[in-house]
Every structure is written in structure tokens, then in C-alpha cells.
């Protein structure tokens, strides 16, 4: 009796992980990626898991407070842009950036990101 074969058969076409390079792409990062309408123009949206921003910080532009390591979160960008207008935002914020106010306001000494 042969051992019980623990990975999936695939054809060959789309790699070695049965999945094609898109959805590899995707996954990378814990998440995937949508494409959303805002302020008139396509916005790239990847959805990161947390165990793929673990040891990394960011300060989101919704609430302006910092994104914990390890914490999920939402990466942003007008599709028209390269990767240095990526914005790392709160879920929370990303669902609510047409329910915010145009501009926050920090006190007279906050860092500025």
C-alpha cells in the first residue's frame, strides 16, 4: 500500500501551488486586493493579515494614530501611482474616510508622518 499523497494534483499550468501567480500575489500578504472607488479615481485596496505586519509600524491618515505590529489592517493607493503613495489605514478608518473631516488636526508638537 502506497503512503496517502498530502498535496493536491495539479496540472502543472499555474505552479506549484496549484494557484495562479495573481492569486499568489494576493495572498502574500494575508489578505487580497479589491479595487474601490474615492475622491473621483480608482484606489488599489489590500486587505493585510496580522501575522504578515509582525514587527512593522504604521501611522494611519484616517486617525492618525499608530498601527500596532501584528495588527490587520488595510493598505491604499490610487491605482494611477507607484508603490510610494501607499497609506496604511485602520479597517475602522478605511470604511469611514468619506465620514471624516477633510483634515486632522495634530497638536503644535505631534511627530508629523
Known amino acids: 500500500m502506497s503512503p496517502r499523497?498530502?498535496?493536491?494534483?495539479?496540472?502543472?499550468?499555474?505552479g506549484p501551488?496549484?494557484?495562479?501567480?495573481?492569486?499568489?500575489?494576493s495572498d502574500r500578504y494575508g489578505?487580497?486586493?479589491t479595487s474601490e472607488?474615492?475622491?473621483?479615481?480608482?484606489?488599489s485596496v489590500r486587505h493585510v493579515a496580522g501575522a504578515s505586519a509582525a514587527g512593522k509600524t504604521y501611522r494611519c491618515p484616517g486617525c492618525d494614530q499608530?498601527?500596532?505590529?501584528?495588527?490587520?489592517?488595510?493598505?491604499?493607493?490610487p491605482e494611477?501611482?507607484?508603490?510610494?503613495?501607499?497609506?496604511?489605514?485602520?479597517?475602522?478608518c478605511w470604511n469611514a474616510k468619506d465620514r471624516r473631516t477633510s483634515r486632522v488636526q495634530r497638536s503644535r508638537n505631534a511627530p508629523r508622518f
Open 31 to 33: 489578505g487580497w486586493q
Open 5 to 14: 499523497r498530502n498535496r493536491p494534483k495539479g496540472d502543472g499550468s499555474s
Open 37 to 43: 472607488p474615492w475622491q473621483g479615481e480608482e484606489w
Open 66 to 77: 499608530m498601527i500596532a505590529s501584528g495588527v490587520p489592517h488595510v493598505v491604499a493607493w
Open 80 to 92: 494611477h501611482s507607484g508603490v510610494d503613495e501607499r497609506r496604511h489605514w485602520h479597517k475602522a
Open 17 to 25: 501551488s496549484g494557484r495562479s501567480a495573481e492569486e499568489d500575489r
